[in-house]
Each structure stands twice: as structure tokens, then as C-alpha cells.
């Protein structure tokens, strides 16, 4: 195995799985850092507003959900926050930058 491939051996689990064209990519970012750069038809919903919005943002407790901040600490919170509340299909996909390479989506 070659490092580049031990690399990508460490990617998030449920990446493949998400890969799908009904999967959400969901930022929890402030909105200033969404504005400056995210992954392209990624949806804004700032995790100090998680908790009060998550269910009309993400009816579906099976749909495919990437979730995204700027290191992956905001987003592994509302991943553990979304597992509680009976999402299946939920994975942190770490920075919007991760997100693009894994997905081959853009940063606008």
C-alpha cells in the first residue's frame, strides 16, 4: 500500500455511502465564515442555531448528511447531536476543503 492510499484509508466512513445525489452537506460555520467559502449547494445552519433548526433542514432521518465546520469539532458535535436524535446516515466530513476533495465539489 503506497502512503498516499494509507491516507485516504482514514477517511471518514460513511464518505462513500454519502456519496449519493440526494445527500445534504451541511455547514455549521458562522455565517461569516460560510460567506468567505463553502462546498458548493452546501446548506447554512450555524451550530449556535443547531439545535432549533436541524429537524426543518433535515427531515428525512435517513438521508445521506455531511456535516462540516472549520476542523471537524463543531461538526463532530452536531454528528453526535444528529446520531441522538435517530440519524443514520450522518457523518463528519471535518472542513469545507475535506468535503470538496472527497466529494469533488467546489468551494464557492
Known amino acids: 500500500m503506497t502512503w498516499i492510499n494509507s491516507?485516504?484509508?482514514n477517511a471518514p466512513k460513511?464518505?462513500?455511502t454519502a456519496l449519493s445525489s440526494d445527500a445534504v452537506f451541511l455547514?455549521?460555520?458562522s455565517p461569516m465564515e460560510f460567506a468567505s467559502g463553502h462546498v458548493a449547494g452546501a446548506v447554512s445552519l450555524p451550530l449556535d442555531r443547531?439545535?432549533?433548526h436541524y429537524a426543518s433542514v433535515?427531515?428525512?432521518k435517513?438521508?445521506?448528511v455531511v456535516v462540516y465546520c472549520a476542523s471537524g469539532a463543531r461538526s463532530s458535535q452536531a454528528v453526535q447531536y444528529l446520531a441522538q436524535q435517530g440519524y443514520v446516515n450522518a457523518t463528519n466530513g471535518i472542513?469545507?476543503?475535506s468535503v470538496a476533495q472527497q466529494f469533488q465539489k467546489a468551494v464557492v
Request: avoid cysteine.
Open 14 to 16: 460513511a464518505a462513500s
Open 95 to 97: 472542513s469545507a476543503h
Open 62 to 64: 435517513t438521508q445521506p
Open 7 to 9: 491516507m485516504f484509508s
Open 58 to 60: 433535515l427531515p428525512d
Open 27 to 29: 455547514d455549521v460555520r
Open 50 to 52: 443547531f439545535v432549533d
